[in-house]
């Protein structure tokens, strides 16, 4: 009898083991989208303006109408304070990819004519790790990740040397990423390149989306690149040709390229202008331009140009939201909504990015995943690197992240508040090339050396030392000098000596500056 108990026991404990297993691997891992605008500041969405969120901006948000970017804002976790460490296109695509500051990414700098830098091959990035975990990968819009160099023939086709027909460039910064490594396992790519938003460049995997074309030779659509890569997307989600395996959950990195510039009539949405930033609904460029550190002779240019391009951005991402839903998997998918950088907008009398300010260096981050996330809103300060390992823990594949990984997965924070252990960051490492500096919830800490940023030769002094308290000047009018303001300067430097290290900086390496900065021992 003793012995049939204990026999049916094992049995049913064999059962409970069989259908555990089972119900991990039947049970759908969520769906991960990563869309990402080009150059979109923090505040420039409607929510921003709304009750709920307006407290929690600092200064102005820009009157700009997204109702898209509202919606997933209002059904997500927003993050007030995200920031993007090195406010410029490649070092920023080099973090997201590799969970890794530049040091270890390969990009210090735009990839470009004439420069070395270039994603690191021999490293797992988002994409490859997600399709080791049994996502289909795809990519749509602009890359800019790798060295650029002349292994185009004149027309632009990809034919990999510079011997004759190559020899040619197919752009001065970004360029295309042909199948191999430097694809880092994207199974459907479709690349949009070229700063020209109603004549993308592009080039794809799938022949069907380029007229019957092979990966690497170049198409010209002349279509608005967001609605141009919106209708690959819902071709790609419909999977009409097979472009994917239903039965996987998908892994997709959308890069937009607008509302970076050009920032003229040719490259701009003229309805959306009209409709909502014309001289009938703003008389006055002042009324949008808003923010009391911004001149308005620098913006006069631009601001309805760049506003009427985040909208017409935000109606074509909507598009694809809209047939996320109408598949009925919007609630299974981690949307992810940020930005690789800010937009000066003419704030401290600057337009672009590349600057320490906050204009620059403040990113939107959404993440919408009602299933599993409640909307919230969160003061996380969520940095580039930390993307990749927090995107795989909400995906519950936290045990895929690479060690060599140096971000900071917050999925533990985000899913369970009150029972996590992982602390929330005191300051975040920002970059320029030629500062290094430090943003708290409070305060902005910048060093700034003795050279441009563009200037090849190294720094040998430090020109400026300052700090901003973004509380008490939220548009940053104020350098404060670090003798006035000791104690919060010995804090603030000890966290960018231990951040810097931690970032394995060159900095850090050649202890630069150690009268100023006090690098942990060891
Ligand atoms: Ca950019």
């Not at 030392?465 to 104690?487: A, M, R, S, W």
């Amino acid at each position: 009898m003793k012995k049939i108990l204990i026999l049916a026991l094992a049995m049913l404990s064999i059962t409970c083991k069989t259908k555990e297993a089972n119900t991990e691997l039947t049970e759908k891992k969520p769906n991960v989208l990563i869309i990402f605008p080009d150059q979109l500041r923090r505040y420039s969405a409607g929510f921003w303006s709304e009750d709920g969120f307006k407290e929690h901006v600092v200064g102005k948000p820009d009157p700009v109408i997204t109702p898209t970017i509202d919606k997933l804002a209002k059904n997500g976790v927003v993050f007030t304070q995200a920031i993007s460490n090195y406010p410029l296109c490649s070092p920023y695509r080099g973090m997201l990819l590799s969970g890794m500051y530049p040091e270890q990414s390969g990009i210090w700098n735009n990839c470009r004519e004439g420069r070395d830098d270039s994603l690191n091959d021999d490293m797992k990035t988002i994409t490859d790790l997600f399709f080791e975990s049994g996502y289909n990968t795809s990519y749509f819009g602009k890359c800019h990740w790798l060295k650029t160099e002349p292994l185009f023939d004149e027309n632009g086709n990809y034919v990999g040397t510079e011997e004759a027909p190559g020899g040619h460039y197919v752009n001065t910064y970004d360029t295309y990423v042909p199948a191999g490594p430097g694809r880092h396992s994207i199974e459907y790519f479709y690349q949009s390149l070229k700063d020209a938003h109603y004549n993308p460049h592009i080039y794809s995997s799938d022949s069907n989306t380029i007229e019957g074309k092979k990966d690497g030779q170049l198409h010209l659509p002349k279509i608005y690149s967001p609605k141009n890569e919106a209708d690959k997307i819902v071709s790609y989600l419909k999977n009409n040709n097979a472009e994917r395996d239903s039965e996987k959950p998908f892994f997709m990195i959308w890069s937009l390229n607008p509302p970076h510039n050009p920032w003229d009539d040719k490259n701009t949405d003229m309805d959306a202008l009209r409709k909502h930033y014309d001289t009938d609904k703003y008389p006055s460029n002042k009324d949008l331009v808003v923010r009391e550190n911004a001149s308005l002779n620098v913006a006069n240019h631009y601001v309805r140009n760049y506003f009427a391009n985040v909208t017409s951005t935000d109606t074509y991402i909507g598009i694809v939201i809209d047939e996320l839903e109408r598949m009925g998997v919007l609630d299974n998918t981690i949307v992810i909504f940020t930005s690789d950088h800010g937009e000066m907008l003419g704030s401290h009398g600057l337009e672009g990015k590349n600057e320490i300010e906050l204009e620059s260096v403040a990113v939107p981050f959404i993440v919408h995943w009602p299933k599993g996330l409640k909307a919230n809103i969160n003061d996380i300060l969520m940095s580039v690197p930390d993307v990749l390992p927090t995107t795989m823990g909400l995906a519950g594949i936290a045990s895929k992240i690479p060690a060599t990984v140096q971000g900071t997965n917050f999925a533990p924070l985000l899913k369970d508040p009150l029972n996590s252990t992982i602390k929330k960051p005191e300051g975040v490492l920002l970059m320029l090339g030629n500062s290094r500096g430090i943003v708290t919830n409070r305060y902005t800490l910048c060093l700034e050396e003795n050279k441009k940023q563009w200037d090849k030769r190294k720094g040998t002094a430090l020109a400026k030392k300052f700090i901003y308290d973004n509380q008490e000047d939220p548009y940053q009018l104020n350098k404060i000098n670090l003798e006035d303001l000791p104690e919060v300067a010995e804090k603030l430097l000890i966290q960018l000596g231990k951040q810097l290290k931690h970032a394995n900086d060159p900095w850090y390496k050649e202890k630069k500056y150690s009268d100023v900065i006090p690098y942990p021992s060891n």
